[in-house]
């Protein structure tokens, strides 16, 4: 059962990515599907420090609210957004419960990046085919496509960890405050 501080969590974060989803709907791109995902930065955050429910909250409100703020509402590139983030989110789920089923470590933030980014991809890609452009020659946008996800999946994953390494070490450094 969630509490009234995990309520302002989820909320705070979901803010965050809302406010940065938003901000990149303005950018430029310089291939359809394409565009830097920096909100879902704040999603691998959420999860490595929060686990995966909080994830999931935070990156649904992202596609939701943000829809509805850039009036992109059950349009296709809302349809899209949804698919990828679903994939995502069911890939860092899957991860994570074969990380604690396995005995293994779960990959860090730059390979939770990595893997988010091709999922939201590869579900955006096939959700593109089956809804809108069911054309074989879609296909050979692929190859171009998860490139591009795998080098902004780095970049989300380095950001990330940056960030957690930052909220630990502020958090440790309020605790040793408050032990004094």
Known sequence: MQT??????????????ITIH?????LPSPLPGVKPGLANVVTLVALVLFGWATA???AFLRVLVGSLFIGTFLSPAFMLSF???LCSIL???AVGRWAKGSGLL???PVGLGVLASMAHMFGQFYAAYWLFI???ALFHLLPVLMTAALLFGIISG???ASMINYLQSATNQSLLKLSR
């Not at 938003?22 to 303005?26: G, H, I, K, N």
């Open 158 to 160: 380095l950001i990330a």
């Open 4 to 17: 009234r501080r995990d309520d302002v969590i989820v909320a705070g974060l979901a803010a965050l990515a």
């Open 106 to 108: 779960a990959p860090g």
């Open 83 to 85: 698919t990828g983030a």
């Open 91 to 93: 890939v860092l789920g």
């Open 22 to 26: 938003v901000a990149e709907s303005a």
């Open 134 to 136: 069911p054309h074989k």
């Open 56 to 58: 999931a909250w935070v």
